[in-house]
């Protein structure tokens, strides 16, 4: 089955405690990204990958890190995890070129509470 | 730059049409998704349009593009209690990273029975 995991899906963590948010697609997807939902805001690119050692910043990507080591797994790092990365957590990929069957499949989602 | 915007709520009964709107600024889109986040799940596919269509329908599901107004919406039809969620407006990004979606803040949709 085609899908995207992610581990873990609640994390509940203190301040400046880094964490590791993996993500794995075996869809052998070469586009990877991560996102954020907040209320109110909707979703928000935190980094994206195009293909392994490609990572660039999305529209929110400060306090986050990324690495794409292989193909199918692109974590998500909070070095010092501060309490207004709070958020859903949202990892996708898709396959390159364009078009409706170019869909990016998400993931289930990580909810992240910093104390 | 590119915007998607979407009213955030929406509640209908049980057995009526719901339609959720959208406005988006990219006049280039060559397509435009409508996602659905169900409580508690990520977001999946629901349905899309080619920019060259007004209309397309799948079953239920009636998307209306009016490309002069830059003006999607979605119709369900005979809505049920299921169809409670998130829906999202989202269209691409070309002036960002390929493959990425601007995505509207959502449009919850309760369905009373």
């Known amino acids: 089955e085609a899908q995207v995991t992610q581990n873990p899906r609640y994390l509940i963590t203190v301040t400046g405690k880094k964490l590791t948010v993996t993500c794995s697609q075996n869809?052998?997807?070469?586009?990877m990204s991560w996102y954020r939902q907040d209320p109110g805001l909707g979703l928000r690119q935190i980094y994206y990958?195009?293909?392994?050692?490609?990572?660039d910043k999305g529209d929110v990507p400060e306090g986050y890190k990324v690495s794409r080591k292989e193909k199918r797994n692109f974590p998500l790092i909070l070095e010092s995890p501060s309490p207004n990365q709070t958020s859903l957590y949202f990892c996708?990929?898709?396959?390159?070129?364009?078009?409706?069957?170019?869909?990016?499949?998400f993931g289930p989602g990580t909810r992240l509470l910093v104390l | 730059g590119e915007d998607v915007e979407q009213s955030l709520f929406l509640s209908v009964r049980e057995g009526d049409s719901s339609v959720i709107n959208c406005t988006y600024t990219d006049s280039s889109s060559t397509y435009l998704y409508w996602y659905k986040q169900e409580p508690g799940a990520g977001l999946q596919l629901l349905t899309y349009?080619?920019?060259?269509?007004d209309m397309k329908q799948d079953q239920r599901l009636t998307v209306l593009l009016n490309k002069k107004d830059k003006h999607l919406s979605l119709r369900i039809a005979d809505t049920q209690t299921g169809d409670s969620a998130i829906y999202f407006c989202a269209e691409p990004n070309y002036g960002g990273s390929q493959g990425n979606l601007i995505f509207g803040k959502g449009t919850k949709l309760s369905v009373k029975p």
């Open positions: 869809m052998n997807h070469e586009y």
């Open positions: 349009i080619f920019s060259n269509m």
């Open positions: 996708a990929s898709r396959s390159p070129g364009g078009g409706p069957g170019e869909t990016q499949y």
């Open positions: 990958s195009m293909n392994v050692e490609v990572t």
